[in-house]
């Protein structure tokens, strides 16, 4: 029998979420070695020369980023289709991905989250207010307008679900961790979209994980996943001291 591919990385990141829902959708078997970002020991820095999560290893390629896996495992594993059969629509949604990923991640995970959830937990630093306020008086609303005047009246993107939806909640749901909550009235297709594709079984299944992991220190993350049945790797490169990341944006 194959082995189970293995993820590395945290079910609290973006990134991780695409991937693992990607998994949960077209039903391949996963196991998962929850380290918290910056955790990552030697061994980490050899399969991830960035020091980032997630990281895929299977029995043919170990791939250190979220879009380049996604795209193998539909290459690899084509159903269901997650990315639109039409070519140009195809494109656009790879551009919603990689928005989401830059321009999102930037602003919910940099940011929000950051000032919110990582430094303190992982840094035992102050959330900087200053930088929370910015964030939600200017750089939030530019990113929802912007996706308002993509997202359709209703249901997903491009007719069925696909990475770009998938890449959008992904983010939405770390600024939901945040205690964001996009204004419906605003933003009425945003809100109806992440709606949408975060009460997906995929979504929701990993969400009781992340609810959990939010109220634990990241040096318990492994035991306490352990305790609620999640499909854990047997080994870790996971080290006890972080390292700050090499990349800035
Ligand atoms: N483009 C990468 C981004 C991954 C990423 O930024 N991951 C964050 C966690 S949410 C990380 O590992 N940060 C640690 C660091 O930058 O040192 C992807 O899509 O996989």
Same mark, same amino acid.
């Given at each position: 029998m194959k082995e189970p591919v293995r993820i590395i990385g945290s079910y609290l990141s973006p990134y991780v979420r695409k991937v693992l829902v990607f998994l949960e959708l077209k039903g391949i078997a996963y196991e998962i070695d929850p380290i918290v970002p910056f955790f990552g020991d030697d061994r980490f820095s050899a399969l991830s020369p960035i020091r980032r999560i997630p990281v895929l290893i299977d029995d043919r390629v170990t791939l250190a980023d979220s879009s380049v896996i996604c795209q193998y495992l539909e290459e690899r594993y /084509?159903? /269901? =289709?997650?990315? /639109? @059969?039409?070519i140009a629509e195809r494109a656009r949604a790879r551009w919603l991905e990689e928005f989401a990923d830059t321009r999102m991640g930037e602003v919910f995970i940099w940011r929000l989250f950051n000032q919110l959830a990582i430094a303190p937990a992982v840094w035992g630093e102050k959330t900087d207010a200053s930088v929370v306020e910015k964030t939600q008086s200017e750089e939030i609303p530019q990113v929802l307008d912007y996706l308002e005047s993509q %997202? /359709? @009246? =209703?249901?997903f993107l491009f007719g069925a679900l696909s990475i770009a939806d998938i890449a959008v909640a992904s983010l939405m749901r770390n600024a939901a961790l945040a205690r964001f909550r996009i204004d419906a009235a605003r933003w009425p297709k945003v809100a109806s979209l992440v709606d949408l594709t975060l009460g997906l079984d995929a979504f929701a299944k990993l969400a009781v994980f992340e609810k959990r992991l939010m109220r634990t220190p990241p040096a318990e993350h492994r035991a306490v996943l352990a305790e609620m049945g @999640?499909?854990?790797? %047997?080994?870790?490169? %996971?080290?006890?001291t972080p390292r700050r990341g090499m990349m800035k944006i």
């Open positions: /084509p159903q /269901p =289709h997650l990315y /639109p @059969a039409d %997202a /359709p @009246a =209703h249901g @999640a499909p854990l790797s %047997a080994d870790t490169f %996971a080290t006890r």
